[in-house]
């Protein structure tokens, strides 16, 4: 009934710059908290950034200062700007939802299907 798709992800020099985007669309009622997850290779999933539906944000402490989250609630869609990348920030990473679809008045979470970024040295 939902579906988060994700872009943006790419491969980009250290110091360098990508935006991501996550768009919700279904039978959408409303979307709750709308975050971005990443998951290196080896490693578990980590939470990067949260938005609420009311726009308060909060980071992941490495991430802070070069990373924004944002997000249009008209366009059920959260992005995620990254600035100053480092060859850590390589990962796949993932949009996450909290979204009640229109037939119903319990919330539920929802994943995308990750977009890789790769910085390189």
């Known amino acids: 009934q939902v579906q988060l798709v994700e872009s943006g992800g790419g491969l980009v020099q250290a110091g360098g710059s990508l935006r991501l985007s996550c768009a919700a669309s279904?039978?959408?009622?409303?979307?709750?908290?709308m975050n971005w997850y990443r998951q290196a290779p080896g490693k578990q999933r980590e939470l990067v950034a949260v938005?609420?539906?009311?726009?308060?944000?909060n980071y992941k402490d490495s991430v802070k200062g070069r990373f924004t989250i944002s997000r249009d609630n008209a366009k059920n869609t959260v992005y995620l700007q990254m600035n100053s990348l480092k060859p850590e920030d390589t990962a796949v990473y993932y949009c996450y939802a909290v979204v009640v679809v229109s037939t119903s008045n319990v919330p539920r979470s929802y994943w995308g299907q990750g977009t890789q970024v790769t910085v390189s040295s």
């Open positions: 279904g039978s959408i009622k409303s979307i709750g908290p």
């Open positions: 938005i609420s539906s009311g726009g308060n944000t």
